[in-house]
């Protein structure tokens, strides 16, 4: 069933068609990503040295190849991104990127715009064939909160940014979001600004959560349009208790990327 707020397919031929350059996206990304955790990263490893030189590295040819797949997809007539400026985001360093989450790729969109992108990686991945490439180039999610704070400051300080969606998950349809405060009190303990960033565009129905397998927009390809708001710095907070500044800047992220009608 498609959503009530959506409009009715208007070519049933093109629609199966981007139906299907959907699923083979998911099949090239799951293939793609056996091959760099088997025969690309593992030798990667073993020539770049110390640990810090293969991450630089390791997440700068990650980002390629999420450039790769956009570019691919978008050939084929099923994705298309759209940056406001493309130079702002490669250029960018030591900051906490934080962004909307409502569908599949907006990792992969995002990692593909900034080539030096750390991210906290789910801890169910610890039984995923990339384990291995994950553990050394992305911080594992833990129940231990101080060792994710250390290791979000450690990346920071390397010069790396670091994606969060303050979320937790994607975006369900017609939900109000609910923004935890993590982002904030990443950088409230590190002193590094935070860059909201905004996942516009158009409808993503097909890839968020809990939608069909069989979704996809009814009328067009899917448009990710990235837009960059001001930096948030925290040190404009630092004469407050760290939980009053940590729902204030969570406000403000809020404000930026669920602004009200």
Not at 103 to 114: A, E, G, H, N, R
Not at 122 to 145: C, E, M, P
Not at 197 to 214: A, C, Q, S, T, V
Request: net charge positive; aromatic share 12%; charged share 20%.
């Amino acid at each position: 069933m498609f959503p009530p707020d959506l409009p009715p397919i208007k070519n049933k031929f093109l629609y199966a068609y981007r139906v299907f350059i959907k699923w083979f996206a998911i099949f090239i990304f799951g293939f793609g990503s056996v091959l760099l955790a088997l025969l690309v990263l593992p030798p990667m490893r073993i020539i770049l040295h110390p640990k810090e030189r293969f991450q630089k590295h390791g997440r700068r040819f990650i980002s390629g190849t999420f450039k790769f797949f956009v570019f691919i997809m978008d050939f084929l007539g099923g994705v298309t991104l759209i940056a406001d400026d493309k130079n702002k985001y490669k250029n960018l360093s030591s900051k906490i990127i934080v962004a909307n989450h409502p569908s599949l790729l907006d990792v992969v969109m995002t990692v593909s715009l900034i080539p030096n992108a750390d991210c906290i990686v789910n801890a169910y991945l610890k039984k995923h064939i990339l384990t291995g490439v994950a553990s050394h180039l992305y911080i594992f999610g833990t129940r231990d909160l101080d060792d994710i704070f250390k290791s979000c400051a450690e990346t920071l300080n390397n010069g790396n940014c670091l994606i969060i969606f303050p979320e937790g998950t994607r975006t369900r349809r017609n939900v109000k979001p609910i923004l935890k405060k993590g982002a904030a009190r990443v950088a409230l303990s590190t002193g590094c600004c935070i860059v909201p960033i905004h996942i516009g565009g158009n409808d993503k129905f097909g890839l968020g959560k809990k939608d069909p397998w069989y979704g996809f927009n009814p009328t067009e390809k899917y448009i990710y349009k990235f837009t960059m708001g001001q930096e948030i710095d925290p040190a404009k907070y630092k004469n407050l208790p760290a939980p009053a500044a940590a729902k204030l800047i969570t406000k403000e992220i809020e404000a930026f990327l669920f602004p009200k009608p």
